[in-house]
C-alpha cells in the first residue's frame, strides 16, 4: 500500500520545493539561452551584424544621399561616352586594312574565318601598303626609302627577301594588329609631313580681303560728307537724350514685364541684329564680286612665299587668257629675294589653277621673270593661248608645284615607334592584353628563336636602328615581350584603358628654319591627337639633294632593296586628314614632274634643261640632279619632334553579349 502525502510536512517545507523548482526552470532556460536551435530571424540577425561590423570606421550613404551621385554618375558616364565617340569618328578613317583582304576584322579578338587561311594570306596583302608612298611624298625625301622609313614588318630579319614574315608558321591575330597598328601611325605621321608641305603649296584665297579694302577705300566720304554726317549725328544724340528721358519713366513699367517677355524681346532683337548683319555682308559680297568682274574676274591668293593677283581677258578668238594687269608679290615672312625660276631646270615657277585641287589637271601657269625683292611686285606674263579647262567666272584654287628646294620640309630622315622621349624615358612600356589572342599560337618551342630568325631589332624588336641620336631622346630600351612566331615586341605602350592606348612616337626631319611652325602645327592637328613632349632643333649645313642613304649604327650601308615593295600607286582610301581647298589634298598630290613637259629648252643653257639627256639619266645625270639652277637660300635644320599619339578603341565597344555569344 502507497504511502500517503503528508500534506502538513509540505506546508512546512513549501519554500524549499518551490525553490528547488525555480533553480530547475532557470537552468533549463539557461541552456535554452546557450543553445538556442533555429531561431527565427537568427539569419537575419546576423547578416544586420556582419554588416555593421563592416561599416565601422565608414560613413554609410542613405539612399537619398546616394541618389543624386548615382545621377551624376550617369551624367559623366554619358559626357565620356560623347568625347569617346567623337574622338573615334576623328580616327576611324585611318584604321584601313588591305583592299585584297576577304574579311575585315572590327575588333582585336574579332574570330577570322577560314583559319589560318586567311592569317597566312595576310602576309602578301600587307607589303601591298607600301606602294606608292614615296610617290606620295614628292618633293620630299624619304631617307632609306619607303623601308627605311615605315620599316615594314620584318624589314631587318632575314624574312626581309620575302615577306617579312614567318613562312613556316600562320602570323597570330596579335602579331598582325601590331604590325598594322605600326603602320596607320608611321602612315598617319607621312601625314603630317605632307600637311605641312601643303600649308606652302595650297594657296589661301584672299580676294575678299584685299577687294573689300579697296572697297572702302573707294566708298570712303569726302569731307563734306563728314561735316554732314556730324550734324546728322550730334541731332540723334539730342534725340537719344529726350528718348533716354521718356524711357525713364516708362522703366516702372517694363519693371512690371515678365522675365519670359523680356527674354522674347531680347531674342527677337538679336536676331534682328543677325539678320541685318548678313544682310550687310550679302551686299558687301556682292560689291565685291561686281568688283572683281569689272576687273577681269580679279582673284587674289597667297601662300607662305608668294601673292598672285590674278586678272583675266577675252583673246581675240574668244578664250578667255591670263591679263597683263596680273601681278605675283614676294610675301616671304624671312623677307628673302625670290626667284621666278624652277631651280630644277631654266623654266619659271609653275602654278596649278583648278576647279578641283584634289584631282589632276587644271591649267599650268608659267611665271618667270627677274628675282622679287620682299614686299614687290612683278608682273605675270602669260604666253598661253588660253586657260582652258578653267573658267574664271567659278570658284578656284591655287597649287604651287613645289621641287625639294622649295619644299618646307626636305627629307624624312626617321619615324619611330615606339620612341621615348627625356620626358617619358622613366615610364615602362606596357602591352595591350587580349584574352582571345592567346588561342592563336600554342605553346613557343625551345628553338623558336633561332629557328624564327632571331629577335630582331627596330621599333618592333629592341633598339631601333635607324633611331634619333643620343643627343636628342632617350631611346626604346633593348628588353621586351615579343611574339613567339615574328618576334614583335609587345611593350610600346604608355598606358592602355578601355578608351584608348597611348604610343610614344619619335620623327626626325630635314626643315626650312622658317617652316618650324607649320611642321609643329601638323603635328598639333593630326588625327593621332599627339601631344608634343620635347622639341630639338639642330643647325644643317650643306644638305643637298638626294643625299640620303640608310646606315647602320657601324657606318656601313644596309641593304634596304631586300625588301621589295610593290610598283604602283598607294592601296586603300586616301589618308586621313583629306579635305577640299587650302591645306589639305587627297589621293596622290600634284607633283612638278607631272606637269613639267615643255617641248624644247629654255632660255637656260641647253644641257640643264628639263628634257635634256642629263635630266633623262644620261651621262652626267647625277651631277645635273645634285645641283641647283637657282641658289637655295633656306636655312635648313634638323627637327627632332617627340610625342604620345593617342589611339582610340572602337566606339562603341563590343557589348557584353556579344561576348557571350562568342
Do not use: C
Not at 603602320?183 to 589661301?204: G, H, I, S
Not at 579694302?213 to 569731307?223: F, S
Not at 622621349?421 to 613557343?444: F, M
Not at 618650324?516 to 593621332?528: G, K, R
Request: glycine share 8%; net charge neutral.
Amino acid at each position: 500500500m502507497a504511502n500517503k502525502i503528508d500534506k502538513e510536512a509540505l506546508k512546512k517545507n513549501a519554500f524549499w520545493i518551490g525553490l528547488g523548482g525555480f533553480v530547475l526552470l532557470w537552468f533549463i532556460a539557461a541552456l535554452m539561452l546557450i543553445i538556442p536551435g533555429d531561431v527565427p530571424g537568427k539569419k537575419e540577425v546576423e547578416k544586420q551584424e556582419k554588416q555593421m561590423k563592416s561599416l565601422q570606421g565608414k560613413t554609410p550613404k542613405s539612399a537619398k544621399y546616394q541618389e543624386p551621385w548615382n545621377e551624376h554618375k550617369a551624367m559623366f558616364t554619358a559626357k565620356k561616352d560623347e568625347v569617346w565617340a567623337k574622338a573615334w569618328d576623328a580616327q576611324k578613317d585611318m584604321y584601313v586594312w588591305p583592299e585584297q583582304m576577304s574579311f575585315v576584322p572590327q575588333y582585336p579578338d574579332d574570330p577570322w574565318p577560314q583559319e589560318p587561311r586567311n592569317r597566312e594570306a595576310f602576309r602578301e596583302d600587307y607589303k601591298k601598303q607600301f606602294a606608292g608612298l614615296e610617290a606620295y611624298m614628292t618633293p620630299v625625301e624619304m631617307s632609306g626609302g619607303v623601308v627605311g622609313v615605315m620599316q615594314p614588318q620584318g624589314w631587318n630579319t632575314s624574312y626581309a627577301k620575302g615577306t617579312g614574315w614567318n613562312p613556316s608558321r600562320a602570323p597570330t591575330r596579335e602579331e598582325i594588329w601590331l604590325a598594322q597598328e605600326d603602320f596607320w601611325v608611321r602612315r598617319q605621321l607621312l601625314e603630317v609631313v605632307r600637311d605641312a608641305v601643303n600649308t606652302v603649296a595650297f594657296f589661301r584665297d584672299v580676294t575678299d580681303e584685299v577687294l573689300g579694302k579697296e572697297l572702302d577705300a573707294t566708298e570712303k566720304p569726302d569731307k563734306e560728307d563728314e561735316k554732314a554726317k556730324d550734324k546728322d549725328d550730334k541731332a540723334k544724340t539730342d534725340e537719344k537724350d529726350k528718348d533716354a528721358a521718356k524711357a525713364k519713366d516708362k522703366d516702372d513699367k517694363d519693371a512690371e514685364k515678365d522675365e519670359e517677355t523680356k527674354k522674347k524681346e531680347e531674342e527677337a532683337r538679336k536676331k534682328a541684329e543677325e539678320e541685318k548683319k548678313k544682310e550687310e555682308l550679302a551686299k558687301r559680297k556682292k560689291r565685291i564680286q561686281e568688283l572683281s568682274a569689272k576687273s577681269g574676274h580679279r582673284r587674289v591668293f597667297r601662300n607662305a612665299n608668294w601673292e598672285l593677283d590674278l586678272r583675266f581677258k577675252k583673246s581675240e578668238a574668244g578664250k578667255w587668257v591670263v591679263s597683263p594687269e596680273s601681278t605675283i608679290k614676294n610675301v616671304n615672312a624671312t623677307e628673302q629675294t625670290q626667284a621666278l625660276a624652277n631651280p630644277r631646270n631654266s623654266q619659271g615657277l609653275g602654278f596649278r589653277l583648278s576647279h578641283n585641287l584634289q584631282e589632276k589637271g587644271g591649267f599650268l601657269l608659267m611665271v618667270e621673270g627677274q628675282p622679287v625683292a620682299p614686299g614687290k611686285t612683278a608682273p605675270i606674263v602669260s604666253k598661253a593661248s588660253s586657260i582652258d579647262p578653267l573658267s574664271p567666272d567659278r570658284p578656284f584654287g591655287v597649287e604651287q608645284l613645289l621641287e625639294w628646294e622649295m619644299s618646307p620640309v626636305r627629307r624624312i630622315e626617321a619615324i619611330e615607334v615606339p620612341y621615348h622621349s627625356h620626358r617619358t624615358a622613366i615610364v615602362p612600356l606596357v602591352a595591350r592584353k587580349i584574352k582571345a589572342w592567346e588561342d592563336d599560337d600554342p605553346a613557343p618551342k625551345a628553338e623558336e628563336g633561332s629557328k624564327d630568325g632571331g629577335q630582331p631589332s627596330g621599333p618592333q624588336g629592341g633598339t631601333p636602328t635607324k633611331g634619333m641620336d643620343n643627343k636628342d631622346g632617350k631611346g626604346e630600351a633593348a628588353a621586351g615581350d615579343f611574339t613567339t612566331i615574328n618576334k614583335i615586341n609587345r611593350l610600346r605602350y604608355l598606358t592602355v584603358k578601355e578608351q584608348s592606348r597611348h604610343l610614344p612616337i619619335a620623327m626626325k626631319l630635314i626643315v626650312d628654319q622658317a617652316h618650324i611652325h607649320d611642321v609643329l602645327a601638323a603635328v598639333t592637328n593630326s588625327p593621332l591627337r599627339i601631344q608634343i613632349t620635347q622639341v630639338s632643333v639642330y643647325h644643317a649645313p650643306q644638305v643637298p639633294r638626294g643625299s640620303v642613304g640608310p646606315s647602320s649604327k657601324d657606318g656601313k650601308d644596309r641593304k634596304f632593296d631586300d625588301y621589295r615593295i610593290p610598283s604602283g600607286g598607294p592601296s586603300g582610301p586616301p589618308i586621313v586628314g583629306k579635305g577640299g581647298g587650302s591645306g589639305s589634298s587627297a589621293g596622290i598630290p600634284s607633283r612638278p614632274s607631272d606637269y613639267y613637259k615643255p617641248s624644247g629648252p629654255g632660255p637656260g643653257p641647253k644641257d640643264k634643261g628639263p628634257m635634256s639627256d642629263k635630266d633623262k639619266g644620261g651621262k652626267g645625270a647625277e651631277e645635273t640632279e645634285m645641283k641647283s639652277i637657282v641658289q637655295d637660300q633656306a636655312q635648313l635644320v634638323e627637327l627632332t619632334i617627340y610625342g604620345i599619339a593617342t589611339l582610340y578603341e572602337r566606339f562603341p565597344p563590343r557589348k557584353p553579349k556579344e561576348e557571350a555569344a562568342k
